[in-house]
């Protein structure tokens, strides 16, 4: 059995789209970050930095293996099973090359959007600005690679979209009164962004963990 440890969050969200897309069997084990959780010992004990996601795969190789990181989950569960990750050449090369843009780019600047518009108690005009210029200057890459292909890595839906997408609706929603403009005059990516909001196991995924 898997055990994913998650919230309602784009990172947590990036995972559970996966296991969606892979047909996955897994447990979800909802880590409120509201209530600080994600310093319980249990947790840390898999999650060391105390941060959503981790991943315990309880068949792994025979033994249980812990993973924490969303880019390193997602890259796991793509090797492991086959799918949305090349096993090598430049389709492999280009996901990869499009993850990590989004774990050092898209998802550091958009989070502190979030942070300085809607969570912080004492307001920054100057950092807001910044990482509002920043966000849309990411939106603008992406922009321009898919005006180019279909989906990130090439013609091929790989980890990379499923990385990239829970940020995106998030500008669309969460942020919509500061990042949603920025979007609209981006044609590509909001076709891309439709198009992966079409697909079932997408949908299914943007929905863990059910929160009550």
């Not at 784009?10 to 069997?25: D, F, Q, T, W, Y």
């Not at 249990?42 to 190789?61: C, K, M, T, Y």
């Not at 949603?180 to 909001?197: C, I, Q, T, V, Y």
Request: hydrophobic residues 45%.
């Amino acid at each position: 059995m898997i055990h994913l440890y998650t919230w309602s969050t784009p990172n947590g969200r990036k995972v559970s789209i996966l296991l969606e897309e892979l047909g996955l069997a897994y447990e979800v084990h909802a880590v409120n970050l509201s209530q600080q959780e994600q310093f319980s010992p249990a947790f840390l004990a898999i999650s060391p930095n105390n941060r959503i996601p981790a991943l315990v795969d309880e068949q792994a190789d025979g033994s249980p293996l812990s993973v924490f990181e969303s880019g390193a989950i997602l890259t796991y569960l793509a090797e492991r099973h086959g799918r949305f990750l090349d096993a090598d050449g430049s389709g492999r090369f280009k996901a990869l090359e499009w993850l990590h843009w989004q774990m050092g780019g898209l998802g550091p600047m958009v989070g502190q959007v979030a942070y300085f518009e809607k969570l912080a108690k004492e307001k920054s005009d100057v950092a807001s600005r910044r990482f509002i210029l920043e966000s849309d200057r990411l939106f603008g890459v992406m922009e321009k690679r898919l005006t180019l292909v279909p989906f990130l890595a090439g013609d091929d839906y790989s980890i990379a979209d499923m990385a990239c997408y829970p940020w995106i609706v998030t500008a669309q929603t969460f942020l919509q009164d500061t990042l949603a403009e920025k979007l609209a005059d981006k044609p590509a990516l909001l076709a891309w962004a439709e198009r992966l909001s079409q697909r079932p196991a997408v949908q299914r995924g943007m929905a863990v963990p059910k929160i009550d």
